[in-house]
C-alpha cells in the first residue's frame, strides 16, 4: 500500500521560513511528478509547487521567488522550502504524486500539513 507522508509544518511569523517534507513508502515501481498543493479555509485546493522526475519546477505564480521545490528521487522524497511567508500562505498543504504501482498508475495524496503564518 502506498503512503504519502508529510511533515514539517507548523505556526510561523510572517516574513519567516518553513520547509515542507513528503516520503512515498509502499510497492512503488516509478513515481514521476511530485507536487504540492495547499488549501486556505473557504477556498478551493491550489497548485503551489511541482516537478517532474528530471527535475523541471513548475509554481503558482503567488509563490515565485519565495517557494522552492526539490525532489531526491532515490529517496522518493520531495520537499517546499518556504520563505518570506505571508499570512495568505496560511492553509493546509498537501503533497501529491503520480506514482506507478504494480498493474496500476495513479495519483497519490498526502494527510495534509497545516502551515500557519501569523504574528
Known amino acids: 500500500q502506498v503512503q504519502l507522508v508529510e511533515s514539517g509544518g507548523g505556526l510561523v511569523q510572517p516574513g519567516g521560513s518553513l520547509r515542507l517534507s513528503c516520503a512515498a513508502s509502499?510497492?512503488?515501481?516509478?513515481?514521476?511528478?511530485m507536487a504540492w498543493y495547499r488549501q486556505a479555509p473557504g477556498k478551493q485546493r491550489e497548485l503551489v509547487a511541482s516537478?517532474?522526475?528530471?527535475?523541471?519546477?513548475n509554481y503558482a505564480d503567488s509563490v515565485k521567488g519565495r517557494f522552492t521545490i526539490s525532489r531526491e528521487n532515490a529517496k522518493r522524497t520531495v520537499t517546499l522550502q518556504m520563505s518570506s511567508l505571508k499570512a495568505e500562505d496560511t492553509a493546509v498543504y498537501y503533497c501529491?504524486?503520480?506514482?506507478?504501482?504494480?498493474?496500476?498508475?495513479?495519483?497519490?495524496w498526502g494527510q495534509g500539513t497545516q502551515v500557519t503564518v501569523s504574528s
Open positions: 509502499g510497492a512503488i515501481f516509478n513515481i514521476y511528478d
Open positions: 516537478i517532474t522526475s528530471g527535475g523541471v519546477t
Open positions: 501529491n504524486a503520480d506514482i506507478v504501482v504494480p498493474f496500476n498508475r495513479r495519483e497519490y
